[in-house]
């Protein structure tokens, strides 16, 4: 059964403690009527919201006990969402519970439903605020979410992908990594050749879509002086390099009809011959290969051997992409934002909150690589202390993969916040007026959307 959230109403009104309490039946609410209950309850439940009537007893018609309260609540629990009521001197009041670090304001008589949209929104931001120092920590020290190769994930679809590499690991097999460009076949690779009996050996890698058919023979194999035109000196090839360690083969779907017969010749007898060279040279070595194209439909076109192929993929080990990899962007994003700023010498305090959204939604068709390429780039070109959706350029990442209300919901108020502020040209008082919002109201959305540019 999921736990309900957790709301404090500090409320001395026994009529409007019903009242509120029967309004927010989809959370716990615990009701406190004086400042001494008040700061007992909230050591002890931990609320992420409160709600706060400044008029409390000993000065029900005075504001000094409702501001006494709000200050011990942010000194214990400094993060706690505060939503402040009065209906004395309305306007100071806002300022000063704004200025003490209170999240909204609300005029007294109270509005249920303007009031449970400024709650439901404090749980939202409180929700992302905490997304965030979780994301900071885990950047911090993300060894418990690190696997195999390091490679960093808190998704279990890759901790299962590397658990899998990790048995193989041991056993004399060849493997074959299957996954979309930028998922980490060679981090996987890597990963597997340390775990394994040969880590002490050389990991030699060869991207073959990357050479030359003409020269790709040569890579693998080597070539004897004279071999051909500009070979003047002998040269050992990949596959002897790796002479008992693991050779990586990058997108083996690559390698022309050819050549993939010598392959097979060699992964059977397990001796090569140089280009030019007529003598056997027996190697000891461990292939793993990888591609993102479908071999077996290769196969069935006659662009790949099928005898190569199972000499290879005695053992396949498929990569989901990141998009299904759940959180793993945002956990990724903030790693690859603290290495770059390091790197830069730039300092953030993370992510907004429409930032960690459109990671979330975004297809993410480059994976890893796209998404560390899209985070270097705004660490450099980010001018705030928070690194937005604008900044990784995925401000319409929200609008195009939007399949949740939340992100809906979200990019509907980024919409019409933007509008507004156009409209009234940047005057906040009217903007918050064409909205039907409180100014301080407005004055968190801003923040929360980095909007404070728009």
């Known amino acids: 059964m999921t736990q309900k959230p957790k709301l404090l109403v500090i409320e001395d009104d026994p009529g409007l403690q019903r009242q509120l309490k029967w309004s927010y039946d989809d959370q716990e609410v615990i009701l406190a009527g004086d400042r001494e209950t008040a700061l007992a309850a909230l050591r002890e439940h931990q609320p992420a919201v409160v709600t706060l009537d400044l008029g409390l007893p000993p000065d029900p018609d005075g504001v000094s006990e409702g501001f006494?309260?709000?200050e011990g609540i942010l000194a214990?629990?400094?993060?706690?969402?505060?939503?402040?009521?009065?209906?004395h001197g309305a306007r100071e009041s806002a300022r000063r519970a704004i200025a003490m670090g209170a999240?909204?304001?609300?005029?007294?008589?109270?509005?249920?439903?303007?009031?449970?949209?400024?709650?439901?929104?404090?749980?939202h931001v409180a929700t992302l605020e905490a997304e965030n120092r979780r994301l900071a920590e885990a950047a911090a020290?993300?060894?418990?979410?690190?696997?195999?190769?390091g490679m960093i994930t808190a998704a279990p679809e890759m901790q299962k992908v590397a658990r899998m590499v990790e048995r193989v690991a041991s056993a004399n097999v060849s493997v074959m990594l299957l996954g979309a460009s930028g998922t980490g076949k060679e981090l996987l690779a890597r990963g597997l050749h340390?775990?394994?009996?040969?880590?002490?050996?050389?990991?030699?890698?060869?991207?073959?879509?990357?050479?030359?058919?003409?020269l790709l023979e040569s890579e693998l194999f080597g070539h004897e002086r004279g071999a051909f035109t500009g070979a003047v000196k002998m040269q050992e090839g990949k596959i002897e390099l790796a002479e008992g360690g693991t050779l990586f083969l990058d997108e083996v779907g690559d390698i022309p009809l050819p050549l993939q017969v010598k392959l097979l010749r060699f992964l059977q007898e397990r001796v090569i011959e140089r280009v030019g060279g007529r003598k056997a040279?027996?190697?000891?070595?461990?292939i793993v290969c990888a591609t993102h194209q479908d071999l077996e439909a290769m196969i069935a076109d006659g662009r790949f051997r099928e005898d190569l192929y199972y000499r290879l993929a005695e053992i396949v080990v498929r990569i989901p992409t990141l998009k299904e990899r759940p959180g793993d962007a945002a956990l990724l994003g903030q790693y690859f934002m603290a290495r770059y700023a390091r790197e830069n010498g730039r300092s953030f305090q993370g992510f907004t909150p429409d930032a960690i959204a459109a990671m979330a939604d975004w297809h993410w068709p480059g994976n890893v690589r796209e998404l560390e390429n899209r985070v270097k780039r705004a660490v450099i070109m980010a001018e705030g202390n928070r690194i937005g959706a604008d900044d990784l350029d995925l401000s319409n990442a929200a609008d195009e993969a939007a399949l949740t209300l939340k992100a809906a919901r979200e990019a509907?108020?980024?919409?019409?916040l933007r509008r507004a502020l156009a409209r009234s040209d940047g005057n906040m008082s009217n903007a918050a007026k064409l909205l039907g919002i409180s100014r301080p109201t407005l004055y968190d959305l801003v923040k929360q959307y980095g909007l404070e540019n728009a």
Do not use: M
Request: charged content about 25%; overall charge neutral; proline content about 6%.
């Open 141 to 149: 020290d993300s060894v418990g979410d690190r696997v195999l190769g």
């Open 281 to 286: 040279i027996p190697v000891d070595v461990r």
């Open 103 to 123: 999240f909204d304001f609300y005029h007294k008589p109270v509005d249920i439903d303007e009031l449970g949209l400024i709650v439901r929104r404090a749980y």
């Open 76 to 87: 214990t629990r400094p993060g706690t969402k505060v939503i402040v009521a009065s209906g």
């Open 412 to 416: 509907a108020d980024r919409l019409a």
């Open 194 to 214: 340390k775990a394994s009996a040969r880590a002490e050996g050389p990991f030699v890698a060869i991207n073959c879509a990357a050479i030359p058919e003409n």
């Open 68 to 70: 006494a309260t709000l």
